[in-house]
């Protein structure tokens, strides 16, 4: 009863009820990416009349987070690429790293030196820091802002 109830009334725990409805009267399987994700499609490719394009969604694999798409998953679903990832047929690049959801909230996430949050305590400060006081007198013109923008200029008259 517990799982009926999170499934019917939360959203961001992977399916819901009505995306599962929904997904079998009118979804199409197309694949799962490295983290579990299953993506459709609208069954047969069918052009959503409102829409003028197929719709495509995405079930998450645990918690509803967008970061979770992987980059070449990303280009099908905002139909910036026609062919999915399963059917292409390109390899990604020796540089390219392995793509990682955003972390950030998590005990995973990059929390530099001097971060509250690194390690429990900041650093001592180093003695390095000189405030900025103004010196000379105050400028109400940019010095890279020609002169004539800012004079005033008579009226013109009608003719």
């Known amino acids: 009863m517990k799982t009926f109830l999170l499934r019917f009334f939360t959203w961001w725990n992977g399916e819901t009820f009505g995306s599962q409805v929904w997904t079998k009267l009118y979804g199409e399987f197309v694949g799962t990416d490295e983290l579990g994700n299953r993506y459709y499609r609208t069954r047969g490719g069918k052009i959503d009349p409102t829409l003028g394009f197929e719709r495509r969604w995405v079930i998450y694999n645990g918690l509803a987070e967008a970061s979770k798409i992987p980059p070449t998953w990303h280009g099908w679903m905002h139909h910036t690429v026609d062919v999915p990832p399963p059917l ?40 390095d820091y000189k405030a900025w006081t103004p010196s000379g007198p105050l400028r109400l013109r940019s010095p890279s802002v020609p002169q004539h923008i800012f004079a005033l200029s008579a009226p013109h008259s009608a003719c």
């Open 88 to 127: 292409d047929k390109t390899k990604p690049h020796p540089w390219e790293k392995p793509h990682r959801p955003n972390l950030t909230g998590t005990p995973y996430a990059h929390r530099p030196s001097g971060s509250t949050l690194a390690q429990g305590r900041r650093p001592k400060a180093t003695g």
